[in-house]
T-cell receptor, first 114, second 112 residues
């Protein structure tokens, strides 16, 4: 089966600019996650979707971050305006039903804010 | 919320030796514990997982043990090979909660 697709792979922007990341999960996976992985740390959940509804966005900095999953398939994560501390790898993952089956992660988008 | 601690942060072993990575968790409600391997430039890849009703699980050279009373679990890699070199993350979750809480990672280097 095809994996989780993410684009772009890399992005460099100046602070206060905006940026968007795209994710296409594994076909049929109802649950989609966005994680932020700062260099040298483990991934941290930003937002979780079940189909096109938000299940958990308690760790999403809503003043600058937004995410949507239209039609319950693809998802976009946006940052506006970006700060230096947003430099990280943004990982998208999907799972079939519950986490007990394990996630599949994409390769991530490495964001550098200068 | 859940807090997962992972040790050591770096680990170097000779090829053929064993490697052990340990994690502790804080939330007694957690009942699913996966381990992920992350290679440079790639996303984390699930290598093995264990549920709370099991004390140990093996898959070829990889094994995971779980002590629910002490709230810790460990990854054991035997007969290490250079391709085992990567960053390994433990994680914990509750049934139905879906989101994973990750440890801080262990950079394993296998020296040929």
């Amino acid at each position: 089966e095809a994996g989780v697709a993410q684009s772009p792979r890399y992005k460099i922007i100046e602070k206060r600019q905006s940026v968007a990341f795209w994710c296409n999960p594994i076909s049929g996976h109802a649950t989609l996650y966005w994680y932020q992985q700062i260099l040298g740390q483990g991934p941290k959940l930003l937002i979780q979707f079940q189909n096109n509804g938000v299940v958990d966005d308690s760790q999403l900095p809503k003043d600058r971050f937004s995410a949507e999953r239209l039609k319950g398939v693809d998802s976009t994560l946006k940052i506006q305006p970006a700060k230096l501390e947003d430099s990280a790898v943004y990982l998208c993952a999907s799972s079939a039903i519950q986490v007990l089956t394990g996630y599949t992660f994409g390769s991530g988008t490495r964001l550098t804010v200068v | 919320g859940e807090n997962v601690e992972q040790h050591p942060s770096t680990l170097s072993v000779q090829e053929g030796d064993s490697a052990v990575i340990k994690c502790t968790y804080s939330d007694s409600a957690s009942n699913y514990f996966p381990w992920y391997k992350q290679e440079l430039g790639k996303g984390p890849q699930l290598i093995i997982d264990i549920r709370s009703n099991v004390g140990e699980k093996k898959d070829q050279r990889i094994a995971v043990t779980l002590n629910k009373t002490a709230k810790h679990f460990s990854l054991h890699i035997t007969e290490t090979q250079p391709e085992d070199s990567a960053v390994y993350f433990c994680a914990a979750s509750q049934t139905g909660a879906n989101n994973l809480f990750f440890g801080t990672g262990t950079r394993l280097t296998v020296i040929p």
